[in-house]
């Protein structure tokens, strides 16, 4: 029988390197390198497995043929995708197609695209390093508290695969329904025969099971840096999975949890080009050294203000003039965009050079290290969505709108300090709080997602986009089009797999 995507992604990790399958999948870094034997022979090594999938969530992957694409750089890479399949990020010129294409919604229905392709096989590769872990990590020799938190991150980890993979692949949760239509594979040996999708609603079963594992093994671990899960991003990650479930009472308790003690960025900081992982606001991100990536590859390479790329000097991003006019000139978002394109207010030591083309409303949000230098950290979560998912939740819940608005205004007056608590209830407060989200979280990579787990359109007319470039103007809520197709190679491979609409 053949294999299935996913089991070549095992052998990645368990037989290297004797492993046969030809094509990158089996590409491996330095902290993935353990053998069978050994992966979970001490607890040392479960942490080296565990080091390899936060490598692979920043590494670059090459095309199946071995070609290099600076296009496929782990998570930063997908972020950008579902940014620019909404509506807030606008695309100014041609410049570079590669990424564009998913503005246009062309590549997420192209089975056969590499880049497509990128998100199922980092996150089932993922998935499976992760589940060598947890079955062996049980007879690991070395300190349990050492122990717990290999466990604890895997199975984070392969909760927050699954949940990406499902959002993208599978049809909309839909709340108080029986979601019975068709998700992804659900991987939970290290060891897989191909397997068919599992429903959504046993995704989600799935997901959350793994989330209360990892909450309770992370308890009283501390990380040595934030790129690693700890407790809290675990708290994080389950708040955003009910929110999507509208399991809105979970929402709201997992996002106070994770947010308790954390500090939001004063103005300053907010405008300095969330780059640096350290700021007390940011609870998980991806951190670039000098080694590491490529200045073509990284999160700044695309999607930065100021680094000098086709990509960035052609086709700098510009938040959308419909949502820019909503934003308040006394609001410190806003002074993370210029209507002018001049870019006269950049922070200190950072420069644009005369090739850098200038359009209206382009960002200064992302901000790499200089027009040489692409690298700058990744945000994955930080506290303000954490009150933005509690602030949803409660209004959307209908029975505190009171609530919401605290929740929001803690949020909100961090960023205005003119803001005031709000008096909308039902409707007009949920439609404040989502315009809230757009502001606080452009470029984030959510959008996409939002919109699809709201079940609304997407509507990009009355605004700066060039058609004649993005060629997508509206999608209809429920168009097939919100579920991506599945790759050709994994249908190839598993003669159980059904391929989407």
Known sequence: MKNTITKCLLILVVMMPFASCTDDFLETSSTEDVSATNATATTENMNLVINGIYRLFYTRLDNKNGSGNNRKGGIGSMMIQNSFMGEDVVQNAQANSS???????IKPFDADDDRQLHNWRVMYRAIVNANIVIAG????????EDKNAALGQAYFLRAFAHFHLVQLYGKRYVAGGGNDQLGIPIVLEPIIEPQARATVEAVYTQINEDLTQAITLLDG??????????????????????????????????????????????????????????????MWGLHYNEEQGSNFTNFGGIMSRNFSSN?????????????YATIPGTDVRSAIFDPTGDHDNLPEGISL?????????????????????SRGDIPLMR???????EAEALARSGTDDAGAAVALFTLASARDASYTLSTNTGQALIDEIDLQRRWELWGEGFRFYDLKRQNKALNRNGSNHDFNLVLVSDVPAGDNRWQWMIPTDELNANPLMVQNP
């Open 99 to 105: 990424m564009i294409d998913f503005a246009r919604w």
């Open 137 to 144: 990590g049980d007879e690991a020799v070395g300190p349990e």
């Open 221 to 282: 671990y501390s990380r040595f840096n934030p790129s690693h899960a700890n407790q809290a991003v675990a708290q994080g990650l389950k708040a955003r999975v009910a929110l999507v479930q509208s399991n809105f009472t979970e929402a709201v308790n997992m996002a106070r949890l994770a947010r308790a003690g954390l500090t939001l960025m004063d103005s300053s900081t907010y405008t300095s080009g969330f780059n640096d992982y350290n700021i007390d606001e940011w």
């Open 311 to 323: 990509q960035i000097r052609g086709n700098p991003k510009s938040i959308s003039q419909a949502l």
């Open 353 to 373: 050079i005369s090739r850098h083309k200038r359009f209206p409303y382009t960002h200064q949000k992302f901000l790499a290290v200089s027009t040489g230098d």
């Open 383 to 389: 506290a303000s969505e954490m009150y933005l998912i």
